[in-house]
């Protein structure tokens, strides 16, 4: 079946642990990003990246960091998280030449 | 950065009734995207639009691709009680195949039975 899947989805955790929250996807697609959604405020696009190496900034970058080694997964880093990083986090992934973008289930996230 | 104006924000209809919602810009786009989210779930692709005019149907669904590329709308004809839940539009900017999708604030509709 193909899918976009993303772990953990839920995590609760303090403020200035370093966590990754894992993305991966089976379609063999070129394109992966990360968004964030919070009320009001719809998707916003964190990293996005064109294949494996080839990373760039989404829209709302500060605190996170991305990595593009392997076709199939593009994992999402938050150094020192803080409370302003509590959000809904969705990875999705798209074959090249078409912008129809497979999204992942969503990670909870909780910093204190 | 670049922004597009979705509305409504919320409806709130009876069972039966068609819905209509758009998204606007100031930018032109190479591509319109709508997307349904359910509670709990990722977003999940209904319509894409390529081409200036282009009108697209999906089951209830249709949508189109504004002349001026600088807009869409999504219809829903005979809404349905599991037509509830949060519905996105997307656009990707000239001039070429990047990553980059540009999100609405989403229209959230409730639908009564």
């Known amino acids: 079946e193909a899918q976009v899947t993303q772990n953990p989805r839920y995590l609760i955790t303090v403020t200035g642990k370093k966590l990754t929250v894992t993305c991966s996807q089976n379609?063999?697609?070129?394109?992966m990003s990360w968004y964030r959604q919070d009320p009001g405020l719809g998707l916003r696009q964190i990293y996005y990246?064109?294949?494996?190496?080839?990373?760039d900034k989404g829209d709302v970058p500060e605190g996170y960091k991305v990595s593009r080694k392997e076709k199939r997964n593009f994992p999402l880093i938050l150094e020192s998280p803080s409370p302003n990083q509590t959000s809904l986090y969705f990875c999705?992934?798209?074959?090249?030449?078409?912008?129809?973008?497979?999204f992942g289930p969503g990670t909870r996230l909780t910093v204190t | 950065g670049q922004q597009l104006n979705q509305s409504p924000q919320s409806m709130f209809i009876q069972e039966g009734e068609d819905v209509s919602m758009n998204c606007t810009s100031s930018?032109?786009?190479?591509?319109w995207l709508w997307y349904k989210q359910d509670p709990g779930e990722g977003p999940v692709l209904l319509i894409a639009?390529?081409?200036?005019?282009e009108l697209t149907s999906n089951g209830r669904l249709t949508a189109q691709f504004g002349i001026t590329r600088k807009d869409s709308f999504l219809n829903i004809s005979a809404s349905i009680p599991s037509d509830v839940g949060i519905y996105f539009c997307?656009?990707?900017?000239?001039?070429?195949?990047?990553?980059?999708?540009?999100f609405g604030q989403g229209t959230t509709l409730q639908v009564k039975p």
């Open positions: 639009l390529y081409k200036a005019g």
């Open positions: 997307a656009g990707q900017l000239p001039p070429g195949n990047t990553g980059k999708l540009i």
């Open positions: 990246s064109m294949n494996v190496e080839v990373t």
């Open positions: 379609m063999n697609h070129e394109y």
């Open positions: 999705a992934s798209r074959g090249g030449g078409l912008y129809e973008q497979y």
């Open positions: 930018s032109i786009f190479n591509t």
